[in-house]
């Protein structure tokens, strides 16, 4: 569907409705045949900036859909990209939190590692090599992924409108160390409900997650916008997604960090 063709206002104000409605709305590639990638981040970009308008603060970016595993699982094949937010922010005290499970639709979660980046990042031409100059620490953390799309039948586009199928996210603690790390090793497993689940290395972001938040900052040029000092990037999924629903607990362990626990109430 070419770009003349949508109301990208329109159809973010539907997703905003689901979100804010917890009721999920039919996948816009079947709805109104959203096709076009570049159509996706434009309604992508009208939902920020209804939240942004609202008072609603951008802590950073996600990269999602940069493991191969993740992929497979939802039939697509190349990464995306979106905001996360400080309403959705949740502290971890000594390294658990507990999250309300009904702020979240289709909720499911993954462990990824974040970076927080020290200096800016204006792409294009970006390489994990800036990357890691430009960060300050790194460390593990939850996302909690979530859809506003109907039983999560989505399409590339629709989770890139979906702002990149984002829900919330759970921070361990900030490691200025693992800036000298090997990144591709650190491995992850994930218990639910006192039983394993899943297990992966963090070289699944793209063969390593440098590499994952450079072609964000890249990709990030395309739109004018870059990377900026305090900005938390969730560099994609080390595991699988998991579901969740009220009464699971999550925990984390990533090598050489503390475990990391969540509870969904």
């Not at 658990?96 to 927080?116: C, G, N």
């Not at 591709?184 to 994930?190: F, S």
Request: charged content about 20%; aromatic content about 8%; overall charge negative.
């Amino acid at each position: 569907m070419s770009s003349e063709s949508i109301d990208a206002k329109a159809i973010a104000e539907q997703l905003d409705a689901a979100w804010q409605n917890n009721a999920p709305i039919e996948p816009l590639s079947e709805s109104i045949g959203l096709s076009s990638v570049d159509d996706a981040y434009a309604i992508q970009t009208h939902w920020t900036n209804m939240r942004l308008e609202r008072g609603e603060k951008i802590t950073g970016r996600k990269i999602g859909l940069t493991s191969l595993k993740v992929q497979q699982q939802l039939g697509v094949d190349e990464p995306d990209y979106g905001a996360i937010w400080e309403s959705s922010y949740f502290k971890a005290e000594n390294c658990r939190a507990e999250v309300p499970a009904s702020d979240f639709l289709q909720p499911r979660v993954e462990a990824e590692l974040a970076f927080l980046m020290g200096r800016e990042l204006q792409g294009p031409h970006i390489t994990p090599q800036d990357v890691l100059a430009a960060t300050d620490a790194l460390g593990l953390v939850i996302e909690i992924v979530a859809s506003r799309i109907a039983d999560w039948r989505i399409k590339l586009v629709d989770t890139i409108a979906d702002n990149a199928s984002y829900g919330g996210y759970v921070m361990g603690e900030w490691d200025e160390s693992l800036r000298e790390a090997d990144l591709r090793l650190l491995g992850v497993t994930a218990h639910k409900n006192g039983e394993f689940a899943s297990e992966g290395v963090s070289a699944a972001a793209m063969g390593h997650p440098a590499v994952s938040v450079a072609w964000l900052a890249n990709k990030l040029s395309d739109f004018g916008v870059s990377l900026h000092p305090g900005d938390v990037v969730l560099s994609g999924s080390v595991t699988s997604m998991l579901p969740a629903a009220a009464g699971d607990t999550f925990s984390f362990m990533m090598t050489g960090q503390p475990p990391l626990h969540l509870h969904f109430s």
